[in-house]
């Protein structure tokens, strides 16, 4: 059969073990304002319920848990068929019961006292045996990772010795997309280039010469005028006010005030002006002479 990857099995178990996580601490944050002695008693009774429920969603009902519909793995014998009932049930009761027992008698014997009853006493010889056991357990399950990362089979322990595995689901096809990629290369190029040319962009005068490019006017919005009022003094005061010290724009010849008309000019730093009386570019100007 298709080997499990080793990085989907513990990724999978690590998924579980942040769910598990998760949901414990929602569900001891809801006694915080109703009945608090129930968490600060049962917080292990409450976190082994919750192992319990998951299990019977997850492992009894589907054959595989959270985490491994996540990776695509599922819960098969060690001839490569589907758990079943049975093998699930004891999976369930020593992997969560076990454990839960066993952490309450070590809580038992170190909140009694029992390793400093007198030697030869049951307690004694009890708490001795704990002891030993958890050792021994502690090498097995080193042991027992040391031999799936060589072989990839029986990721835990308690999934050794019940000779289950965790095995692919379904072929599935790995593709490696890289369009995601793409695209941020694709937006990190454009980023340093704006962050490049924009410094150098003088945008209001960007922005008035696409304007004029696509708004060519053929008139003035001030053509109606007299010749003898400045458009741009009206323009600003919309006052009809007498033309002061004549000053011609060139190219299209209009007459406007010398201040006004070289005020404007000053603006557009070397772009031009549209004149108000018949939207042609002026650039410059002279003074008027009356023939």
Not at 1 to 11: A, C, F, I, M, N
Not at 133 to 162: E, Q
Not at 248 to 259: F, K, N, R, T, W
């Amino acid at each position: 059969p298709y080997p499990t990857p080793r990085v989907g099995q513990l990724d999978a178990s690590l998924l579980d073990a942040e769910l598990v996580d998760t949901l414990n601490k929602q569900l001891l944050s809801a006694f915080d304002g109703f009945m608090p002695t129930i968490k600060t008693h049962y917080s292990t009774e409450l976190l082994v319920a919750l192992k319990l429920l998951l299990f019977k969603l997850t492992i009894w009902d589907h054959g595989t848990t959270y985490g491994g519909l996540l990776q695509n793995v599922t819960l098969t014998n060690s001839k490569g068929q589907p758990a079943t009932k049975a093998q699930r049930g004891l999976y369930g009761m020593i992997s969560i019961l076990g454990g839960y027992v066993w952490q309450k008698c070590e809580d038992t014997m170190y909140r009694d006292g029992w390793e400093d009853e007198p030697r030869g006493s049951w307690r004694s010889r009890v708490a001795e045996v704990l002891k030993t056991a958890n050792k021994l357990w502690k090498v097995a399950t080193a042991l027992s990772f040391a031999l799936f990362l060589f072989s990839g089979r029986y990721s835990t322990l308690v999934l050794r010795i019940l000779r289950l595995r965790f095995t692919p689901g379904r072929v599935v096809s790995r593709q490696t997309s890289f369009e995601f990629q793409n695209r941020q290369l694709v937006w990190s190029v454009i980023t340093e280039f704006l962050v490049f040319i924009l410094p150098m962009l003088h945008i209001p005068r960007l922005r008035r010469r696409i304007e004029r490019l696509f708004n060519k006017q053929t008139s003035g919005e001030l053509d109606f005028l007299p010749l003898k009022v400045c458009a741009i003094c009206y323009k600003d005061s919309d006052v009809a006010a007498d033309i002061t010290n004549p000053y011609e724009a060139s190219p299209c010849g209009h007459i406007y005030c010398y201040v006004c008309l070289q005020t404007k000019l000053s603006i557009e730093q070397g772009d031009g002006w549209a004149c108000l009386r018949c939207g042609e570019i002026i650039k410059s100007g002279k003074p008027w002479t009356d023939v």
